[in-house]
């Protein structure tokens, strides 16, 4: 049964019709047209899909879209705008820390909410909170200085 519900994504309040059991990243992409989060795997593992609700990192693609409503959803898009990025845009580029940026939505929306949770995370804690995010075009190296990068900024 199609559900009325209305999503606050990066500030702004988005109106959708939906089954209450679709999948959040598919409200987010096919029905608002937003470019991020990414569908990776489709079963929570690879990250790609990460979004913030109420300030926690979840994978979207396996969460209901009917689990946030109410709820405040923050994308890599509203982590920071071009005019004043956030500090993990930033030192992706400087570090050039992706090849494909496909997983770079999942490796930022999970490394901020890391450090806002822990700024002084040591370099062996952050490694463990991104332990379960995939990159498949083997950038890990230049994401992990890029995310200690930021973590140190």
């Not at 209305?6 to 309040?13: A, K, N, W, Y």
């Not at 409200?27 to 989060?37: E, I, M, T």
């Not at 004043?84 to 030192?91: E, G, M, R, S």
Request: aromatic fraction near 4%; glycine fraction near 10%; charged fraction near 20%.
């Amino acid at each position: 049964m199609i559900e009325h519900f209305v999503l606050e994504i990066d500030g702004t309040s988005h109106a959708i019709d939906a089954e209450p059991d679709m999948p959040l990243l598919y409200a987010l992409r096919d029905d608002l047209g937003l470019n991020n989060p990414r569908f990776g795997c489709g079963l929570g593992q690879c990250g790609a899909c990460t979004v913030h609700v109420d300030g926690v990192p979840v994978r979207s693609c396996s969460l209901p879209v009917s689990a946030v409503k109410g709820g405040r959803i923050t994308t890599l898009a509203g982590l920071g705008t071009e005019a004043a990025p956030h500090k993990f845009q930033l030192a992706f580029i400087e570090e050039q820390a992706t090849q494909c940026g496909y997983c770079l939505n999942g490796w930022m929306m999970t490394a901020a909410a890391l450090l806002r949770d822990k700024p002084h995370a040591s370099e062996a804690e952050l490694r463990e909170g991104l332990a379960g995010l995939k990159c498949r075009c083997g950038s890990h190296l230049s994401i992990m200085r890029a995310v200690v990068r930021a973590a140190r900024a």
